[in-house]
């Protein structure tokens, strides 16, 4: 049951990112789908690919919540099946673009990511990270993976009482290739899970950083 699951993780690549792309997604509604782990997950269909959104309470502050997600030297800790990942450019503090490749299991190639990442305010209190994919001369094409494309990826950070955080993951990609529609099924299940769930152990770590937020 484990090696499954794996593979799908990886199809559907994560940490990665957007701007609606000209997409007006909130035309269809978003489907409870069950609550995992403290984990609420929801899912939609946009032009016949699924998005997904997981919501969950994580203890401790946007800041550090923040870092963990722009630091690549750690992504190995909390993102499954990770290879490499690397910042190409720094475009400003709060703008970023990296490169991220998943581990796949043999037959089927790794998995490449290239986005870009932008952090914003809403409101006095809200944290937005907004990624897409993007093309970057920092990042050569190989013929040993496939490029994923991700329409966007969402982190809304709701801070709450009590040192804890309302975090909202959604994300829509294409992972390249052919994949069976019970695969996509269970990556939007379990994806939202993965990522909240590894946000929350790693944000205990202390050899976490702070990010700096917009005003």
């Not at 994919?133 to 809304?156: F, L, P």
């Not at 099924?185 to 917009?214: H, N, T």
């Amino acid at each position: 049951m484990y090696y499954l699951p794996k593979i799908l993780l990886c199809l559907y690549t994560f940490l990665a990112w957007n701007f609606l792309n000209g997409q007006s997604i909130e035309q269809n509604p978003w489907k409870f789908v069950m609550e995992k782990k403290r984990v609420k997950i929801y899912k939609k269909e946009v032009n016949g690919k699924t998005a997904f959104k997981g919501i969950g309470i994580i203890e401790g502050t946007p800041e550090k919540l923040v870092g963990i997600i722009h630091n690549p030297s750690r992504w190995k800790f909390w993102i499954e099946d990770f290879e490499e990942g690397k910042l190409l450019e720094r475009k400003s503090d709060f703008h970023f673009i990296f490169q991220q490749v998943i581990d796949l299991t043999w037959p089927v190639k790794n998995r490449e990511i290239v986005f870009e990442s932008v952090l914003s305010r809403v409101g006095p209190s809200q944290i937005l990270l907004e990624m897409k994919s993007v093309n970057h001369q920092g990042a050569t094409r190989k013929k040993d993976r496939v490029r994923v494309n991700v329409t966007y990826t969402i982190y809304r950070i709701d801070p709450l009482d009590g040192n804890r955080m309302q975090v909202t993951f959604e994300n829509l990609s294409d992972p390249g290739g052919r994949i069976p529609s019970f695969m996509t099924d269970w990556g939007s299940k379990s994806y939202p899970v993965s990522i909240i769930e590894g946000l929350r152990k790693e944000i205990m770590s202390p050899l976490q950083e702070k990010a700096l937020l917009p005003e």
